[in-house]
Structure formats: structure tokens, C-alpha cells
């Protein structure tokens, strides 16, 4: 015997589905007492002991089962009772059909429940009100058996899903009551089938063509949603429920199957009149007279909704099985290959057909030992589960490694059926992993190791070392004047002589060493097998032979040199990074004698370093201070004895009023380009003085100094025009020096910012000249205004012929390219006499003045008084 929800809903939620489980265990228990080999009695009470019992009904576990004996005609006689009081029990020993719930019940065949006793009801016991009454008759093909009567809970509202069940309880105490008699057999079958159409949502019916009649079984109205006593069946009713864009199909099914005399079957939808779309499977035959007249059709028809549903579901599940970008595969419970999906074969290069059924072993890499495949299994045993990381072979034999899932499905009875393997390809994965760890420890621009590599193969190579007793040596390789190409050149230029360098030095120095770049043009070399301090020196020596030709760099061709430091393993430092610092410490010193030499660390080399960190310190926290002043020493027109102008000097009074020389902290701020806030505050503070200066005397024309590093800022000339209209001097009352080196560093480059200068209306002057390399032809295409004589030729005239012919040659020169020239560094009477009688234009030196303060200038120029010259020349 099965049961059901309401038949004409077809979706059971969990707990309807658990409730049905739990009705369908107590009918299977009542027909189990209805086969002992027990008295009627002791099977009754067995199964009103049950009953009562029901966890989901309110019952307070008391009731009773009356018989109708054939004995007693219309008269119900109390059986089997439980929990009933002795006062009931005297009245309800013998019941006539008519009286009290039950007689009615029995009289009439019909469930009753009573949430509570009518007051019109005549037979009334004490304790009656206090209860809710199920009344059910115990019938077997409209022959009354019985009645099953429970009490619940006061007041309880029951349900329509209690009274079937309980009316199914009735029938099934119905079979066993009947199977005394022989026929239990039959009803339980009868039942059993009654239900079965129910839970398959099958219905049958039946058709009397000649008459027209037709006959609908119960489950056809719950499949189309319609009352019984309401609807007669009829074809066209049948029709009117098939959805309109299938009525020609079943039209067309019927008759074809009444011309061609064959059965019919086909799938359709129907349109219930709630609005419900259900999907059936109908099937069809017809019966014939003796003379081929077709007397009746008969057929089933089934609810399949939700079997649709359930199979576009496991048609979805195929899909999304195949289509996975996954590799999936199926195994029985021995491992053997059922099914795979696309992507497994697409990842392992094993069609379905190679593949299913051989073992997954064909996948095998020969990476693992059996202790990693006995762990697996031994998890995968205990947990129900695996996960991880291993390595399977292609088809082509290519291994590749993947992350696997390995999960163990059960069957009803908890045994091992299949294994499910889920698996992905990790090659472009472990790919970019290693290009993401080779770039951790890798110099992007120049494929070298990298300064945290270098330091860990430092760290190795130092352990090893100290294990064998061995000297290590560190060499630090910086690029002379990298900032200059990288900054006039530009930056790709740059990488490209990075790139080129890092080449050489790999192809140079053979694979016994390492090399590597700590960054910016620094690299460095790790020697490990290094007897003495001669290997090293010759590794040293061996690299600045590398940079002896030129480098090829897009169109530009140049030379570059290289300085380096070198320090050892132990004397010089006992792990990496102090070898790194001293080596540095070794490399700046021999920058400092010249470049392009390598210098082995001393310890006196720290105090140096300590001395030039504290001095760079303090410059820093100068130029938060103002703690840097603009003096100002005058230059003196030769033809008159006048101030005519005067250069910028920078001077650093520090906080406690020392004055610190140009010579210590201009070099440095030009290396740290600490020169560039600098010489902006410089030139403002010129350009500010000089403008109030100017009321004074109107030719007035201060020069400022350019560093190298200042000269190749790419916004040169917008800082410079930016301050003198801020401070509101005239462009033509500045005249900016700069040297013949930073001049000739990058040609092309400089004459385009002397141009975009000159045309802002700014004076040119070239310093130091004579010292440098320039060409006299490059001299004449650049835009100048004055000529500066280093102080180098001056400070020995006129008795050193050499300088005095020096000084009359750059003087003639700048005469014949009608430039002025100013004399530098003039200190004496004998060397203003010589100067005035070349007719120099301007001097500059301590015999009129040393550099002073703003206001110490500004006193010069309110004295106005001409400073005494010799006596010129007459013209011949």
C-alpha cells in the first residue's frame, strides 16, 4: 500500500515527502500485524497500539476499533479499546447504527471528525466535550466492517491530509479484518494499485465509441485539475485541456491510430483551468468487432511534469559535465574509466574511446613514489575525499602538473559505487608562477639577478666559504657619468646601454662568476673562487677592459667607463650586506680619484663616508633652515673703474654661524642634485636684489652660475623665466655662466637651450674658458655674450709667458667675435696693468673686492666711487 500527497500538486516539498515516508512505515506495519499468525483480537489491539501512537497526530494514545458482527445486524460493538475510562466503556459497548458519532458514522459510511460534540448530539458522556473525535468507518466494498475510533487533541482543526491518512489506515484495517475471511488478498492489491496510479500519476480511461461514452478514473481529473461530480468526460472536454499548439498533433494521433488500426503514444502539453502548464505522455489502442467496426478506444495518460523537468535536468547536468573547462572523470568502484568529459580529453589528448575502460593509471607520471599514491587512497578511503597537486603524462608524453579532486559516491547502502575525479591544467599556471619568481629575483630591464638574489647567493656563497675556509670577494661596478647620457639622451637610450652593459659583462666574464644589478647603473660581481687579493684585482681590471670600446646606442655611439669597489670575505665583513656597503664605500672613493679605476676597501674609507652622510644631512637640513646666503662680488668695467655687474656666490653659514666653503658642499649637492633646489634659491634671491639694486645704476648686471645637473633640467628655461617675472628683473639684467663641460656633454641639446634662453633676452657667458675642449668651430655657433678667463691663466701674469699668451689669445678671440671678456681671480696691480692694456672689458677679483653680503654690495654701489685703474693705452 503507498501514499500520496494531494494528487493534482506534483511537486512535494522535503517535509511532505517526509511525512509520506512516515505514513507509508505505519500502513507497511499494520499490514505486517495483518500476516501474524495472531487472534483478530490480539491484531486489532496490536493495531490500535500503533495507531495512537502516531508522532505527528495529536492523539492522547486513546481510542478503539468497533466491529459490526453479523450477529448483531446495525450494531457496533467496542472490540478493542486503549486508554478508555470504565464510564465509556459502559456506554459504549454496544452502539446502534444511528446513535452517537460513531453510529452515524457507520450508519452513513462516512469519515466524521468533531473538533468538538454538537450540542444537538443525544448521546453525551461526561468528558466528551473535552475531546476533538475522528470517526472513521472500517469499510470493504461498501460492506461495513467497522469503525476506527481516535480521540485528539480539544479543539483541534484537522486537516484534509489526516483524513485520508486515516482513511487509508481504515482500509488497511479493512484488509486485515477481510483476510480472516479470504479476501484481504484481493484489497490489498486493489489498494496497493489505487495507489500506485496515484504516486505515478497515472490515469486510465476509456472509450465507447459507437456511444460515444467515456470513462475518466480518478487520476485523470487530478492530472487535469478537474472536480469529478462537475465535469462529465468527454473527447471534446479532452481536447479543450490539450494546449491549442498541440491539439492537431493528439487530433492527428487518434485518428491515424483509427484508420491504420495500431496503437498510438506521444508526448503533449495540456493547459489546466488553474493556468497550470503540465506536460503528459498518453497512449492509445483501439478494440474491434468481428467486422473491423472499432467499438472502443482505451489508454492511459500520465502526468510526466516533472520527469521532464528531472531529465532537462540531467540534460543540463550532461551538458554543463561536457562543457566544463574542466577535466571530469567517472570510475566504478574499481577504478575503472566509465565516462570523460571534452576537457579531459582535450587536456590528457585521450579521446572518450581510448579512455573509457582502462584504468586511470595510463595517466601516470612515474613523479611520485607509491608512499604519495597509498597516502591518497588511504584518505580518499577514510575521508570520502582527496585534494591536491600532482603530476599525470599526456597522451604525447608531455608531464604536466594539475590540480585534482578525487571524491568517493555511495549507494543506498553506503558502499563505494563511483569515484569522481574534477582536474584543471596548472602548466600556465606553474608558467606564470615561474616568470613571477623569476622576476622577483630577476632585474627586469637586464635579465641579471637582482640586489635581494645577489644577496641570498651572497649569503650561500659566504656559508660555503666559511665552511672551507675560502675568501670571497665583492666587486661594485658603477657607470661613470650614466646620469648625463640617461638625462641628455633620454631614458631609452639609458636602458639600452644598461642592457648592452649587462651583455658584456655576462659574455665577458664567463659563467663562473655571478653578476647581477642592485639597480640604477650599479651592478656587481660575486667571486667565489678568489685565492687572494690578485684574483680579484684581476677580475677588476678584466671588466674595466670591457667598457675599452664603444657602445652602439640606436644612432649614438659612446664611450663609457666604469669605477669599482672591491672587498673580501672575511677581513672586509662577515655577511652580505656589509660587503655590499663596503664595496660601494671602495667604488665612490676611486670616483673621487678620477673614475675609471677600481679601489680595494680600507677602513679609513668609513670615516669618509660617516663625514659625507653627516655633510648631506646637514645640507639637507640647511635648505629647510635658509641656512644659505647670496654674496656678491663685484665686476669692474676696465674702461672706466665702475661696478658694472657682479657674480652670484653661494655661501652656508650653519646654525652656529660657521661659514663652510663652496669647495666641501657644491660638489655634493651637484652628486645628490641637491643643486637644483639650491641654485633656484640662488637665482631668485640675485634676481630679487639685483632689482632693488637697480635704482641705483641701470647697466647693473648680476651673473648666476649653472651646474652641469642644473643645465640639463628639461624645465630650464620655464624655472628661469618663471623667477624673473616673479621677482620683476629685466632678462637682460641676468647673465647666466655655464662651463665648457656642460656644454660639450650633449651639443645638440645645449644649443637648444642657449637658444630658447638667448631669445627669453637673457646673457650668455661661457666660464672658465680655456679649460675645457670646445672647438673654436663650436664656439662660434653658440649665442654667447661674454668670455670668462679662468683664474688658472690669470693667477701667474705677466711673468708666465705661457698664461700671458693664453690670456692675449682668448682676449683677442673674444674681441674678434665681438664678445666681452671678463678676467677672473685678478689679485694684483701688475696683473690689472697687463689685463687693462689688452683692453680686457671687465675685471673680477680680489684686488677691487672680495665677495660680500647684499647689503656690504649695495654700500659699494651707494659709494660710487670709480676704483683707480692704470692708464690706457692711446690708439695708434
Given at each position: ?555 649614438y655611439e659612446t664611450f663609457v667607463t666604469v669605477t669599482i669597489g672591491i672587498t673580501f670575505f672575511p677581513s672586509d665583513g662577515n655577511d652580505a650586506d656589509t660587503l655590499l656597503k663596503n664595496a660601494e664605500l671602495a667604488m665612490y672613493r676611486a670616483k673621487e680619484e678620477g673614475k675609471n679605476k677600481y679601489r680595494l676597501f680600507t677602513a679609513a674609507m668609513n670615516a669618509k663616508v660617516v663625514h659625507r652622510l653627516s655633510l648631506e644631512n646637514s645640507l639637507r637640513k640647511a635648505l629647510e633652515r635658509n641656512e644659505f646666503l647670496v654674496y656678491y662680488q663685484p665686476k669692474v668695467a676696465t674702461a672706466t673703474g665702475r661696478i658694472v655687474g657682479m657674480e652670484a656666490l653661494v655661501r652656508w653659514q650653519s646654525k652656529d654661524g660657521r661659514l663652510i666653503s663652496p669647495l666641501d658642499f657644491i660638489p655634493l649637492a651637484e652628486e645628490t642634485g641637491l643643486i637644483i633646489p639650491l641654485g633656484e634659491y640662488v637665482l631668485r634671491q640675485a634676481c630679487r636684489d639685483t632689482k632693488a639694486w637697480l635704482e641705483k645704476n641701470k647697466e647693473l648686471v648680476v651673473s648666476v652660475n649653472l651646474s652641469p645637473r642644473q643645465f640639463m633640467q628639461e624645465d630650464l628655461v620655464r624655472t628661469i623665466t618663471n623667477i ?153
Amino acid at each position: 500500500m503507498t501514499l500520496s500527497s494531494d494528487p493534482s500538486d506534483n511537486t512535494l516539498t522535503q517535509d511532505n515527502l517526509q511525512q509520506l515516508r512516515r505514513q507509508q512505515e505505519i500502513v507497511e506495519n499494520l499490514l505486517r500485524i495483518s500476516f501474524n499468525d495472531a487472534s483478530l483480537a490480539a491484531q486489532l489491539s496490536a493495531a490500535l497500539d500503533l495507531i495512537v501512537e502516531i508522532p505527528w497526530l495529536p492523539l492522547p494514545a486513546k481510542g478503539g476499533i468497533f466491529l459490526a458482527e453479523a450477529a448483531r445486524p446495525k450494531t457496533l460493538t467496542l472490540f478493542v479499546h486503549k486508554n478508555m475510562a470504565p464510564s465509556l466503556l459502559e456506554h459504549c459497548g454496544s452502539i446502534a447504527f444511528g446513535e452517537c458519532l460513531c453510529g452515524k458514522a457507520a450508519e452513513e459510511q462516512r469519515f466524521i471528525f468533531a473538533p468538538h460534540l454538537p450540542e444537538q448530539e443525544a448521546f453525551r458522556y461526561a468528558g466528551m466535550e473535552d475531546q476533538s473525535h475522528y470517526i472513521v468507518p472500517i469499510v470493504r466494498e461498501d460492506h461495513l466492517l467497522g469503525v476506527l475510533m481516535l480521540y485528539a487533541e480539544a479543539k483541534y482543526a484537522g486537516g484534509e491530509n489526516e483524513r485520508k491518512f486515516l482513511e487509508t489506515v481504515a482500509n488497511t484495517l479493512a484488509l486485515l479484518i477481510e483476510r480472516q475471511q479470504g479476501a484481504d488478498r484481493l484489497l490489498v492489491s486493489e489498494a496497493n494499485l489505487a495507489k500506485a496510479q496515484q504516486i505515478a500519476h497515472l490515469g486510465y480511461w476509456d472509450w465507447h465509441i459507437s456511444e460515444n461514452l467515456l470513462f475518466w478514473s480518478e487520476e485523470v481529473y487530478r492530472i487535469f485539475g478537474l472536480p469529478p461530480q462537475e465535469t462529465p468526460p468527454s473527447y471534446e472536454k479532452f481536447l479543450s485541456q490539450v494546449h491549442p499548439d498541440d491539439r492537431r498533433k493528439v487530433q492527428e494521433a487518434v485518428q491515424d491510430s483509427l484508420a491504420n488500426k495500431t496503437p498510438y503514444s506521444l508526448n503533449h502539453r495540456i493547459l489546466r483551468e488553474d493556468g497550470a502548464l503540465r506536460e503528459v505522455h498518453e497512449e492509445g489502442e483501439v478494440e474491434y468487432d468481428p467486422l473491423g467496426e472499432p467499438l472502443r478506444m482505451f489508454g492511459i495518460i500520465q502526468d510526466i511534469t516533472e520527469l521532464k523537468k528531472a531529465e532537462k535536468q540531467m540534460a543540463l547536468a550532461a551538458k554543463i559535465f561536457d562543457s566544463s573547462i574542466e577535466g571530469i572523470t567517472i570510475t566504478d568502484a574499481q577504478g575503472i574509466i566509465q565516462t570523460v568529459n571534452k576537457a579531459f580529453s582535450h587536456i590528457t589528448g585521450y579521446s572518450p574511446e581510448e579512455a573509457v575502460g582502462r584504468n586511470p593509471s595510463i595517466l601516470k607520471s612515474d613523479r611520485h613514489d607509491p608512499e604519495f599514491y597509498r597516502l591518497m587512497w588511504s584518505t580518499l578511503l577514510a575521508e570520502g575525499k582527496w585534494e591536491g597537486e600532482i603530476w599525470n603524462r599526456r597522451k604525447n608524453g608531455e608531464v604536466y602538473p594539475e590540480r585534482l579532486a578525487i571524491t568517493a559516491i555511495t549507494d543506498e547502502y553506503g558502499q563505494i559505487s563511483h569515484h569522481v575525479a574534477v582536474f584543471h591544467d596548472m602548466s600556465e599556471i606553474r608558467s606564470y608562477e615561474e616568470q613571477l619568481h623569476f622576476h622577483a629575483y630577476h632585474d627586469a630591464l637586464t635579465g641579471l639577478p637582482n640586489r635581494l638574489l645577489m644577496l641570498d647567493r651572497f649569503s650561500v656563497a659566504l656559508a660555503q666559504a666559511q665552511r672551507v675556509h675560502k675568501q670571497v670577494a665583492v666587486l661594485v661596478l658603477d657607470l661613470d657619468n650614466f646620469k648625463h647620457i640617461n638625462d641628455s639622451l633620454g631614458h631609452n637610450i639609458g636602458d639600452l646601454l644598461l642592457q648592452q652593459v649587462a651583455l658584456r659583462l655576462k659574455e665577458g666574464l664567463g659563467g663562473d662568476h655571478t653578476v647581477g644589478r642592485l639597480g640604477g647603473d650599479d651592478f656587481a660581481i660575486l667571486v667565489e673562487q678568489c685565492e687572494d687579493e690578485q684574483d680579484a684585482v684581476r677580475m677588476a681590471e678584466k671588466t674595466i677592459g670591457l667598457f675599452a670600446k664603444p657602445f652602439n646606442l640606436a644612432i649614438y655611439e659612446t664611450f663609457v667607463t666604469v669605477t669599482i669597489g672591491i672587498t673580501f670575505f672575511p677581513s672586509d665583513g662577515n655577511d652580505a650586506d656589509t660587503l655590499l656597503k663596503n664595496a660601494e664605500l671602495a667604488m665612490y672613493r676611486a670616483k673621487e680619484e678620477g673614475k675609471n679605476k677600481y679601489r680595494l676597501f680600507t677602513a679609513a674609507m668609513n670615516a669618509k663616508v660617516v663625514h659625507r652622510l653627516s655633510l648631506e644631512n646637514s645640507l639637507r637640513k640647511a635648505l629647510e633652515r635658509n641656512e644659505f646666503l647670496v654674496y656678491y662680488q663685484p665686476k669692474v668695467a676696465t674702461a672706466t673703474g665702475r661696478i658694472v655687474g657682479m657674480e652670484a656666490l653661494v655661501r652656508w653659514q650653519s646654525k652656529d654661524g660657521r661659514l663652510i666653503s663652496p669647495l666641501d658642499f657644491i660638489p655634493l649637492a651637484e652628486e645628490t642634485g641637491l643643486i637644483i633646489p639650491l641654485g633656484e634659491y640662488v637665482l631668485r634671491q640675485a634676481c630679487r636684489d639685483t632689482k632693488a639694486w637697480l635704482e641705483k645704476n641701470k647697466e647693473l648686471v648680476v651673473s648666476v652660475n649653472l651646474s652641469p645637473r642644473q643645465f640639463m633640467q628639461e624645465d630650464l628655461v620655464r624655472t628661469i623665466t618663471n623667477i624673473l617675472r616673479e621677482t620683476g628683473l629685466p632678462p637682460s639684467r641676468i647673465e647666466l655662466e655655464v662651463t665648457e663641460g656642460a656644454v660639450m656633454f650633449n651639443e645638440q641639446a645645449a644649443l637648444a637651450t642657449l637658444f630658447e634662453l638667448k631669445e627669453a633676452g637673457i646673457r650668455l657667458a661661457l666660464d672658465d674658458f680655456g679649460t675645457g675642449y670646445s672647438s673654436l668651430h663650436f664656439l662660434r655657433k653658440l649665442p654667447l655674450n661674454t668670455l670668462k678667463i679662468d683664474r688658472s691663466f690669470i693667477m701667474e701674469l705677466p711673468a708666465e709667458p705661457n698664461s700671458a699668451a693664453i690670456a692675449s689669445t682668448i682676449i683677442a678671440l673674444a674681441q674678434a667675435l665681438h664678445l666681452d671678456v671678463v678676467a677672473e681671480g685678478v689679485e694684483n696691480a701688475a696683473q690689472l696693468d697687463f689685463l687693462g692694456r689688452l683692453n680686457c672689458t671687465e675685471i673680477q677679483g680680489y684686488l677691487f673686492s672680495p665677495p660680500v653680503t647684499g647689503p656690504a654690495f649695495a654700500e659699494l654701489l651707494n659709494k660710487d666711487t670709480p676704483f683707480l685703474l692704470p692708464e690706457q693705452p692711446h690708439a695708434p
